[in-house]
């Protein structure tokens, strides 16, 4: 294989990998979004569950007061939910994206070790061909010393 071409091949896995690098930092960074989101729905939805029923009698006033409380939490928490479902959606695209530009990046390391194991059979056979050629020589070089040997003798 040619310099040029390994090195052409050098410069795509250069780039492969800065593309799977910072693919895999915004699957981290989706993942983390979704995951602090998830979190203000918990803490939404434990005060929701923890406020519980009216407690007996009270002035209209503070039962008022509780309800809009009350329907300011529910009304976070569906907002929440609705980031939450984004955060999760962003999450599964930057995931996609991560895997395909890693399955990228390992089909050009793939494509480099074959180039290389191919570059070494290349070599390994020139290598047999040229010890084939010294051992024919040093054979010849035996069968004519031994004629002239004969012929002398």
Known sequence: MSTRSDRGLAAVARVRSLRERDSLLGLLDADAR???????????????????????????ADFLAER?????????????????????????AARGRWQLDRTRLEAISLLQERRVERE??????????????????????????????????
Do not use: C, N, Y
Not at 123 to 152: K, M, P, S, Y
């Open 34 to 60: 979704r995951r602090a989101e998830q979190d203000v729905l918990d803490g939404l939805e434990g005060r929701l569950s923890g406020a519980g029923a009216p407690r007996g009698a009270q002035p209209t």
């Open 68 to 92: 809009r409380g009350l329907l300011a939490l529910g009304e976070a928490a569906i907002a929440s939910a609705r980031r939450l479902e984004g955060a999760g959606a962003v999450a599964a």
């Open 120 to 153: 070494r059979e290349e070599r390994r056979h020139r290598e047999d061909g040229e010890t084939d050629e010294v051992a024919g020589r040093l054979w010849l070089r035996g069968a004519t010393q031994a004629r002239i040997q004969e012929q002398l003798s």
